[in-house]
């Protein structure tokens, strides 16, 4: 087989696991699976700070996009208004939206990053 | 017909194969052909991700849609773009730290059930298929709308060129494919965006919506399809032809569904439930659906699958600023199209309506005609690696030991349904069927993805039950909708936008089968957790 060009090391693709995963074979974390009790509740841990902020800005999400319908619906007054001789709806919907998800995404990207490296920090600094 | 088409068609065919076949280059291995040796940059990856995901339903009927019903249906792009988001933030990282490959994989790994692992694969060909058949009908439909060939001929064509490159290439070559598709997609809609925006400014600004009602920019020969009452005074008949002068107001036709005036400048014509309904089917249909999961597996760890979708959310929300304009302006320079019915086709017909028959509007009427065509063949070639993938590692159960040759083969196979479908059933409607699509995605493998992700406590019995019901309910609800009879309206909502009640169904009857059968709790829940959650660095 030619060598391939990029030098990248290539890691193990695992297709279907349609076998029973042997004990031992999961090397995922091992350390942290050994040390049960705390491992359990360090982990725990990580993933309800990674929930709580997911919902949060779900939460963001939902009451800046998802009122949207009801408030149309409640004030049609509302869709009437223009910006720059567009009706706001159309802005909102059309144009806005979509930076404010990215936005968003950009949020939750950067904060789940600092969770993650919060929990490694707090896994490395006993065994230092 | 348009002199600069053909070439346009065929460049981007042979493009297709060539950086295909570029690709095969350094695809050696199975792992090449599936996951792209897990060495893809997520730029690279993102752009490819984009590409994938913006289909015929994306390309050609949002625009569509924007023209004929206005500002209600704008939820459609904003919940496609959406979808993203959810993704993100539920699943992105989590599913590839997981490892598995395709969804029924993440079933295997998460709850070690053989029997829930056939049913997410049971899922993941029926979603695929009722993604897969528009995409070739719509091909067909272009095809033949443009240059008067045959359907068969168009849907064919695509799909044997699709198959051809993912059997050959795979996944690896795909993804360079896929990426050149968005950019292509992409500049097929700004660059004549640019122009229209020119002329229409030219044009002295006609309104979108005058106060005496829409009028034909030109000279307008309409050929009347089916009976109908125009105005609701004049009746006329299929194959009748109508002449419009310059001016001439259009009439309302009563065969053809379509809002004027303020109902389709201002929302609130769609009702609520239906809003909210089609709200949930795209925000959380994006994940379920398994051409989009499957190339999650090639960022090379959790991290870098989160900053890709947030990538892939910035060029889908670029992309989506554009259909909208093409709907609005249709409004002033394709009127004819809501007398017809063929609304799909506004952005086909747009440039040369707008900026006349001349050498420019031609050659941008042949380049959103590429774009389109480039989003039928990724679209389609992303769908059928991911199913080909399900039936190698699923169907044929080559597993570990499978070869390249096996992978054609699978690939064969999950071209053969659809493509055969397509070519029998041409008179489905295309953008309602990806939308269903979303919606049985939404209620099977997202609560499955979810609670699978964050909570310790779902069982492969919770799973199963969540799945059957609140999928199956769905699915059920788009069987009666593409193939049943008119439903009474007040029921019609209930059934054809289905996702504000079969998702919350599926959640319940998850979590609540599962607590009832908490004993099946695998027993190794906890190193699962760790796997998904924790950060990379610090397995070794």
Not at chain 1, 110 to 125: G, K, M, S, T, V
Not at chain 2, 172 to 182: H, L, N, S
């Amino acid at each position: 087989m030619a060598a391939d060009p990029s030098p990248r090391s290539r890691t193990r693709v695992v297709l279907a696991d349609a076998a029973p995963r042997r004990d031992g074979a999961d090397r995922a974390g091992t350390d942290l699976t050994e040390q049960t009790p705390i491992g359990e509740a360090l982990v725990k841990g990580l993933m309800r700070a990674q929930l709580a902020l997911a919902l949060r800005l779900a939460l963001v999400v939902a009451a800046g996009l998802g009122t949207l319908p009801l408030l149309f619906a409640v004030a049609p007054a509302v869709g009437g208004f223009k910006v720059f001789g567009v009706h706001l709806p159309w802005v909102l919907l059309g144009l806005l939206s979509f930076p404010f998800l990215v936005g968003v995404g950009a949020a939750y990207v950067r904060w789940a990053e600092r969770n993650e490296q919060d929990f490694a920090a707090l896994i490395r600094r006993p065994e230092r | 017909m348009n002199p600069y088409l053909a070439p346009g068609l065929i460049l981007v065919l042979l493009l297709t194969v060539a950086i295909g076949a570029y690709g095969l280059r350094f695809a050696r291995t199975t792992s090449d052909f599936l996951v792209a040796s897990r060495s893809v940059s997520p730029s690279w990856n993102a752009a490819a991700i984009s590409g994938e995901y913006l289909s015929a339903a994306s390309f050609l009927g949002v625009a569509g849609l924007v023209l004929r019903y206005g500002v209600d249906v704008l939820w459609y792009p904003v919940g496609f773009a959406a979808g993203y988001l959810a993704l993100l933030l539920f699943v992105a990282a989590p599913l590839r730290r997981s490892g598995a490959f395709t969804l029924p994989d993440f079933c295997q790994v998460r709850l070690r059930s053989r029997p829930l692992r056939r049913l997410a694969t049971a899922f993941v060909l029926f979603i695929g298929c009722l993604y897969l058949l528009p995409q070739l009908q719509g091909a067909g439909l272009t095809f033949s709308t443009l240059t008067g060939g045959s359907y068969a001929w168009g849907a064919l064509v695509v799909s044997v060129v699709v198959t051809a490159n993912v059997a050959f290439g795979g996944m690896r070559a795909i993804t360079f494919v896929q990426a050149f598709q968005y950019w292509l997609k992409l500049t097929a809609l700004a660059v004549p965006m640019i122009f229209l925006i020119l002329q229409w400014q030219s044009d002295g600004r006609p309104q979108v919506t005058p106060p005496a009602g829409a009028v034909f920019p030109a000279a307008t020969t309409v050929v009347v399809e089916q009976d109908a009452v125009l105005d609701g005074v004049r009746p006329v008949e299929a194959g009748e032809t109508l002449h419009f002068a310059a001016g001439d107001p259009v009439p309302t036709v009563s065969t053809v569904d379509a809002e004027f005036g303020d109902q389709w400048l201002l929302p609130g014509k769609t009702g609520l439930f239906a809003t909210y309904s089609l709200i949930l089917a795209t925000f959380l249909g994006t994940m379920g659906l398994p051409h989009v999961l499957v190339r999650f597996y090639t960022n090379p760890d959790g991290a870098s699958a989160r900053r890709t979708t947030l990538v892939v959310l910035a060029l889908v929300g670029l992309f989506y600023l554009l259909p909208t304009l093409y709907g609005v302006l249709g409004r002033i320079y394709t009127p004819q199209l809501l007398m017809t019915g063929n609304t799909d086709a506004v952005v086909l017909l747009l440039p040369e309506a707008a900026l006349g028959g001349g050498h420019l509007g031609r050659l941008l009427g042949a380049l959103v005609t590429a774009g389109a065509l480039a989003a039928f063949l990724s679209t389609s070639s992303g769908l059928l690696t991911s199913v080909a993938g399900v039936i190698f590692t699923d169907v044929l159960r080559s597993g570990r030991s499978g070869s390249i040759r096996d992978f054609r083969l699978a690939t064969v196979l999950a071209a053969l349904v659809p493509t055969t479908l397509a070519l029998y059933v041409s008179d489905m409607d295309v953008s309602r069927v990806v939308g269903l699509a979303f919606a049985v995605a939404a209620s099977s493998f997202c609560p499955l993805l979810v609670l699978g992700i964050w909570w310790r406590g779902l069982t492969d019995a919770g799973a199963i039950a969540g799945l059957v019901t609140g999928g199956g309910a769905a699915m059920a609800a788009v069987l009666v909708t593409v193939l049943g009879p008119p439903l009474p309206s007040s029921f019609a909502e209930f059934v054809g936008q289905p996702a504000a009640w079969t998702v919350p169904l599926a959640f319940l009857v998850m979590v609540g089968v599962s607590l009832m059968t908490g004993r099946r709790v695998p027993p190794d829940v906890g190193a699962t957790m760790l796997r998904l959650h924790a950060p990379e660095s610090l397995r070794t």
